[in-house]
């Protein structure tokens, strides 16, 4: 996973939302054709599905998970929308006011560069460079001029030595790997029936639990510094509100994953101990 993968605002939030649901989809598949679950359930829990038997709580968390999913993407669009049609009022595009933020916050030598997309501005402090998306590379609302200042915020983390961004830059090779390969040592664990792979799968996953945990004050901190950096260096006919709803829609995606994360975690602890 590179760095980027958790600090864009909104399209690879939700790609970890997809990644998280994945898993849960693979658990289905398993019951499907397996008819195997952790749970030892009592009968008033369980019900049959497909032949296959999964307890009811597996089917509300899952429910949950989409929702708050679902509702944290909207919201961030809804916002995003609202805010992109507000012009900030400020001379410059989002990227100009990048360039001013990381010049008077001492973190000169990062470049700004445009990216394809919507939304998939990201800081890859690898290369040292910071991504602005066509719409805030190019424009100068509301939104435009908050999501910039965000990412800005990301590389004066980098530059002064912020060491929850640097425990995050840290954990990613760890992540890279644990995200990609726990769901498959869960399956092989089921159908080869391979003694403690269930665990060592768990702890894959509690890894991308703990990478989401470290990535909420990481993000809080970028969006905090970006709102700073705005209060002291824009007109005072900047709407600040706008700009504050934006960030905090953004950030309840990360919210909205960590908490289903560790939702999924704690099911899954719960059910090995069961099951044991």
């Not at 400020?90 to 933020?101: E, F, H, L, N, S």
């Not at 990535?215 to 504050?244: C, M, Q």
Request: a positive charge; aromatic letters at 12%; charged letters at 15%.
């Amino acid at each position: 996973m590179q760095e980027r993968w958790d600090s864009r605002l909104n399209a690879d939030m939700w790609s970890s939302f997809r990644r998280h649901h994945f898993g849960f989809v693979a658990h289905v598949i398993v019951v499907r054709h397996t008819g195997y679950t952790f749970l030892n359930r009592d009968d008033w829990s369980e019900m049959y599905y497909f032949g296959g038997r999964s307890d009811i709580f597996y089917w509300i968390l899952v429910l949950v998970s989409l929702a708050l999913g679902g509702l944290a993407q909207l919201y961030i669009r809804s916002s995003y929308k609202k805010w992109s049609r507000v012009s900030s009022g400020i001379q410059g595009t989002g990227a100009d006011v990048a360039r001013r933020m990381l010049d008077d916050e001492g973190a000169q030598e990062v470049g700004i560069a445009h990216i394809e997309g919507n939304l998939t501005d990201n800081y890859d402090p690898r290369s040292n460079m910071l991504h602005l998306s066509d719409a805030n590379f190019n424009e100068s609302s509301v939104a435009s001029i908050a999501v910039a200042c965000h990412e800005a915020g990301h590389a004066v983390q980098t530059a002064r030595g912020f060491w929850p961004a640097r425990l995050r830059s840290a954990l990613v090779p760890v992540v890279n790997l644990a995200s990609a390969a726990w769901i498959y040592v869960f399956i092989a664990g089921v159908w080869l029936n391979i003694a403690g792979a269930a665990q060592i799968a768990i702890l894959l996953y509690a890894a991308t639990v703990l990478f989401q945990i470290v990535t909420l004050p990481v993000e809080i901190d970028a969006s905090r510094r970006g709102l700073a950096y705005l209060s002291k260096h824009v007109p005072s006919t900047f709407n600040k509100a706008g700009a504050r709803q934006v960030l905090v829609a953004a950030a309840l995606t990360y919210v909205a994953a960590a908490l289903v994360s560790a939702l999924q975690l704690l099911y899954l602890i719960s059910n090995s101990r069961n099951r044991d």
